[in-house]
């Protein structure tokens, strides 16, 4: 959903630092060959290429998250259904999310927007948010693969709450779901979560930032910071960061992201409005078979 919890960030994934500070120290050395050119593009482009890398596997980490936290957060939703039909006791239901993200680890930390839980048809019964503008709506029907959980599976998918998008700014989501049983196995409920691409395209774009800050001030180097911008993209489209210029966006959506990345990580030079960038993409899979992110990178 649109509204919901700041993101959090937690870029000091090691593993992340740890691909990353290898892939930017090659990054570095393919840049300093090209000191001599004038093609600033194409040594953006090499160094997007080392974001990129440090971003994938931060995608995993935080697809990690939710993988491991919501079959346990289901686990603490059970009660509520052993109690009596939750949507007679909505404010217990509000109360009971809360506390499960509260108290789980992975889900305290997670970059989810939201936490909702469904009856057994589907059907919303309350989310986390003050405002709760799902309550009583069908999940399954956005997101028909959410059915796989009313059959007893974690499940994750993508599509789009109806209503919520705009043709300006049009949007996504990333969809992970639980089967809440009761004590005899059945499925009495399903606990979902996820997050907007764009939503998601902000805290990797932070995240990216604050660990190359962080590697100047270990480096001791004044630099500036280079012109940076993040996308997450899939066959409907890229869908960058928020306060992305409109004519970044058009540009990375008219790169084909998809297709280029079938075999790896793709990168290219661009123009735009005059300025000289390089972007870099790679697909996540644990986001979904067809779904990436890229880096359009400028150095100052």
Same mark, same amino acid.
């Given at each position: 959903?649109?509204?919901?919890?700041?993101?959090?960030?937690?870029?000091?994934?090691?593993l992340? !630092?740890?691909?990353a500070r290898?892939?930017?120290?090659?990054?570095?050395?393919a840049?300093?060959?090209?000191a001599?050119?004038?093609?600033?593009g194409?040594?953006?482009?090499?160094?997007?290429?080392? &974001?990129?890398? *440090?971003?994938? @596997? $931060?995608?995993?980490?935080?697809?990690?998250e939710?993988?491991?936290?919501?079959?346990?957060?289901?686990?603490?939703?059970?009660?509520?259904?052993?109690?009596?039909?939750?949507?007679d006791?909505?404010?217990?239901?509000?109360?009971?999310?809360?506390?499960?993200?509260?108290?789980?680890a992975?889900?305290?930390? !997670?970059?989810?927007? *939201?936490?909702?839980?469904?009856?057994?048809?589907?059907?919303?019964?309350?989310?986390?948010?003050?405002?709760?503008?799902?309550?009583?709506?069908?999940?399954? @029907?956005?997101?028909?693969?959410?059915?796989k959980?009313?059959?007893?599976?974690?499940?994750?998918?993508?599509?789009? *709450?109806?209503?919520?998008?705009?043709?300006?700014?049009?949007?996504r989501?990333?969809?992970?779901?639980?089967p809440?049983?009761?004590?005899?196995?059945?499925?009495?409920?399903?606990?979902?979560?996820?997050?907007?691409?764009?939503?998601?395209?902000?805290?990797?774009q932070?995240?990216?930032?604050?660990?190359? /800050?962080?590697?100047?001030?270990?480096?001791?180097?004044?630099?500036?910071?280079?012109?940076?911008?993040?996308?997450?993209?899939?066959?409907?489209?890229?869908?960058?960061?928020?306060?992305?210029? /409109?004519?970044?966006?058009? @540009?990375?959506? &008219?790169?084909?992201?998809?297709d280029k990345?079938? !075999?790896?990580? @793709?990168?290219?030079?661009? !123009?735009?409005?005059?300025r000289?960038?390089?972007?870099?993409?790679?697909?996540?899979?644990?986001?979904?078979?067809?779904?990436?992110?890229?880096?359009?990178?400028?150095? $100052?």
């Amino acid at each position: 959903m649109r509204a919901g919890l700041a993101v959090p960030i937690h870029p000091s994934s090691r593993l992340a !630092s740890r691909l990353a500070r290898l892939a930017w120290g090659l990054a570095g050395l393919a840049a300093a060959a090209c000191a001599g050119c004038e093609d600033r593009g194409k040594a953006s482009a090499q160094k997007a290429t080392a &974001d990129v890398a *440090f971003l994938t @596997a $931060l995608v995993e980490s935080d697809v990690g998250e939710v993988e491991r936290g919501m079959p346990e957060g289901a686990k603490r939703l059970a009660p509520l259904f052993a109690k009596g039909d939750p949507h007679d006791d909505v404010p217990s239901v509000r109360a009971a999310l809360l506390k499960t993200r509260r108290d789980v680890a992975d889900l305290n930390i !997670s970059k989810s927007t *939201f936490f909702a839980l469904a009856d057994a048809k589907g059907v919303a019964i309350r989310n986390n948010l003050e405002q709760d503008v799902m309550a009583g709506q069908s999940l399954v @029907a956005p997101f028909p693969e959410l059915a796989k959980a009313q059959g007893g599976a974690y499940v994750t998918t993508t599509g789009a *709450f109806p209503g919520t998008s705009t043709p300006a700014a049009p949007d996504r989501d990333w969809i992970a779901a639980a089967p809440v049983k009761a004590d005899d196995g059945r499925v009495v409920g399903v606990f979902v979560t996820g997050w907007t691409y764009r939503r998601f395209a902000l805290h990797l774009q932070e995240s990216l930032k604050h660990e190359l /800050a962080e590697r100047l001030r270990k480096e001791h180097d004044t630099g500036k910071l280079p012109i940076l911008y993040v996308a997450v993209f899939d066959r409907t489209g890229v869908y960058a960061a928020p306060q992305t210029p /409109a004519v970044n966006e058009k @540009a990375l959506a &008219d790169a084909s992201l998809v297709d280029k990345t079938a !075999s790896g990580v @793709a990168q290219a030079p661009l !123009s735009i409005t005059d300025r000289d960038f390089g972007y870099a993409a790679a697909r996540a899979p644990k986001l979904g078979p067809e779904i990436g992110v890229v880096v359009l990178r400028s150095e $100052l």
